[in-house]
């Protein structure tokens, strides 16, 4: 589903104009958690003081799973069914974990119920606030190949938000900044990271921090690359 921000002001967010683009990932990357909070309440809910939010698809087919929500979350009883098999696998549950107190779990085995419960309902656009900060790498890895998965094979919209760029920046297609509670925004993390190195208050991820420093040590441009992997074979090239 495709969603635009028009001049939207909710609570401290002023003017925020940026647009998710369907079928893809979209990053939204803040130094405020509560920020990133707000802005995910207002595109699932449709609440915001001034401005417009619009929708090209059912708003209601949105899943909102938000760190917020863990441990405020009502566990009702899912039934399972034999197509559930392969969710449960990707997400590393075992079925007894489902039929267990939800009070009992650990904040990882909570997120992970609160993926499941959601992502059964098949919801056209999901909503991912804050949770991958609280996952191991393990973890993390996992629930980031079941977003590219759901992308690819699926053709889900996604938006992930984290205040950690380093989190997300490999598997996004493009971001949105929130800096001083408005937006900066380019529909590829590419152009945005080529417009805005230079600026010393925009949270850069590691991966364009070493490119930059390559360029301007040794004139020597190391590409695009999306993970520490790519990098490094960049790297291996340039000094063999």
Known sequence: MQIKLNKVKYKDIKNINFEIEDSK??????????????????????VFDEGSIEYNGDRRD?????LNLVDNFYFDEIKLEEKDDELLRLLDIEKDLLNRDYNTLSTCEKIKVILFSNLIKDPNTILIDNVLDELDLKQRNKIIKLLINLKKIKNKTIVVSSINIDLIY??????VIIYNNKCLFSHDKYTFYDKYMNDVFISKPFIRKIENIFY???????????????LIKSIYREIR
Request: aromatic residues 6%; contains cysteine.
């Open 170 to 175: 490999e598997f996004i297609d493009s971001i």
């Open 25 to 46: 990932i979209t990053g939204i990357v803040s130094n405020d958690m509560y920020r990133l909070n707000d802005i995910n309440y207002c595109i699932s809910n449709n």
């Open 216 to 230: 301007k040590s040794k004139n020597i441009d190391l590409g695009k690359n999306d993970s520490i992997n790519e």
């Open 62 to 66: 949105i899943c909102l799973i938000s």
